[in-house]
């Protein structure tokens, strides 16, 4: 029976390329991956189009300081990997990176095309158990295949069978949890479900420690979501809990003073309060601010503390946060660095690595996990061929 130098477990984002650059390293590369083809999964990233990287790269974005791998490979060396793969690439006004042909199917495509160019083993199949005897470990497969090989690099993610082959080989894991993903609220949101909301400031708060984003969000039947919501949920995934407050400044832009002459001068204009804030808002959230501050539409009820109390509600719309959805895009945990060599090698089994998301770290939305998934596939293989 053929024995590999390697086995990559999972043809996802890192397995991938780890697996390529170990071949052209001359390495007998084994890909196995449950799914009929290797970065299956890369076609649902960036909404279908891929954000491979980000320009502005730095541990600021992860749940950890990961300056270290980053130095090793950043979204430079990202970019001029996958140049050589043959992708153009470009930057959108934020400093994502995407493919020139706004497809996440070109880059599945580069990637096939370098494994069939490189011969190596693609195996449709899924991994069930791994054994470590005589300096070789077995593969097992649902197909009962016994795959030999003399290092495995764990691509495959977070899931039961990777939390328990960690386990096995005393490797710590971090608690798992969800990150990137809509938050679920105290409050009913269902009035305002569907409404899209951009230029909003919002702030998570945990316990005291704030985290703040700017940008768009959309309600849902009972809570929000978009991708500033994505991005503080990473910031409650770090606590591992889902509970705390979220303030959301409706105006951001306007002091609270502006945004109180505004309403008063706009008093003239329109016949009652609900149609004045439709000049700022969709008529569900001017609904939903003036039955936050209990007042009566009638212009004849409101004196300057109504205005002032709408003022506060439109800077401070906030709600409790106490869940999330299940529509998750990463899982944030996974294999503590610590029991890790800087190269990503088990500290206490030889030759066994893991790269990727099942490595206990996290970014937030922008091409900061496949920077990671990069990285560390890259580590991995240099080490592996060395
Ligand atoms: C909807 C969505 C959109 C996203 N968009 C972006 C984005 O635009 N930019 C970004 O940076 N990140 C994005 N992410 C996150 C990104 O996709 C992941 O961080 C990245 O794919 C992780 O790479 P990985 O190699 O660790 O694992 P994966 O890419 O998840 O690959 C793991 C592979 O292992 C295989 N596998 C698992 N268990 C076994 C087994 N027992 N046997 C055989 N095979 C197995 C799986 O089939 C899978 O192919 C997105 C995620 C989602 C869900």
Redesign the pocket.
């Known amino acids: 029976m053929q024995e590999f130098d390697v086995c990559v477990?999972?043809?996802?984002?890192?397995?991938?390329v780890c697996a390529i650059e170990l071949a052209k390293q001359n390495k007998r590369v084994c890909l196995?991956?449950?799914?009929d083809l290797?970065?299956?999964?890369?076609l649902?990233?960036?909404?279908g189009?891929?954000?491979?990287?980000n320009k502005n790269m730095s541990s600021e974005f992860y749940n950890q300081n990961i300056d270290g791998y980053l130095n090793r490979f950043n979204q430079f060396d990202t970019i001029e990997l996958f140049e050589r793969y043959g992708l153009d690439t470009y930057f959108d006004e934020e400093g994502r990176c995407y493919p020139i042909s706004n497809s996440a199917k070109t880059v599945q495509f580069l990637l096939i095309n370098q494994i069939k160019k490189l011969g190596i083993d693609f195996v449709q199949?899924?991994?069930?158990d791994i054994n470590f005897e005589n300096e070789t470990y077995s593969i097992l497969?649902e197909q009962n295949k016994s795959i030999k090989s003399k290092a495995v690099v764990l691509?495959?993610?977070i899931?039961n069978?990777?939390n328990t082959v960690l386990q096995k080989f005393d490797i710590d894991t971090k608690k798992i949890v969800p990150s990137?993903v809509a938050l679920k609220t105290v409050e009913n949101t269902k009035k305002l479900s569907g409404q899209r909301v951009s230029n909003v400031c919002i702030t998570a708060n945990i316990n005291g420690n704030t985290k703040t984003e700017n940008g768009e969000i959309l309600f849902k039947d009972n809570g929000i979501s978009g991708i500033c919501v994505f991005n503080l949920s990473a910031f409650f995934a770090k606590n591992k809990e889902f509970l705390g407050k979220i303030c959301i400044n409706l105006l951001p832009k306007l002091q609270k003073n502006e945004i109180f002459e505004n309403i008063t001068k706009k008093m003239n204009i329109f016949e009652d309060m609900n149609d004045l804030l439709q000049s700022l808002f969709s008529k569900q959230l001017a609904s939903e601010i003036l039955n936050r501050a209990d007042i009566k539409n009638e212009y004849k009820n409101i004196n300057k503390n109504d205005i002032q109390k709408i003022v506060d509600i439109i800077t401070n719309f906030e709600f409790n946060i106490n869940g999330y959805y299940d529509?998750?895009?990463?899982l944030s945990g996974g294999a503590d660095l610590l029991c890790l060599t800087e190269n990503l090698e088990s500290k206490k089994q030889k030759n066994l690595f893991v790269?990727?998301?099942?490595c206990d770290v996290?970014?937030i939305?922008?091409?900061?996990?496949?920077?990671?998934?990069w990285t560390s596939?890259i580590i991995v293989a240099k080490k592996l061929a060395d």
């Open positions: 477990i999972g043809a996802g984002a890192s397995g991938t196995i991956d449950r799914f290797p970065a299956k999964k890369l649902v990233t960036g909404n189009r891929c954000n491979l990287t199949d899924e991994v069930v497969t691509a495959c993610g899931n069978f990777s990137l529509n998750n895009q990463v790269c990727g998301e099942l996290d970014g939305c922008g091409g900061y996990n496949l920077q990671w998934a596939a």
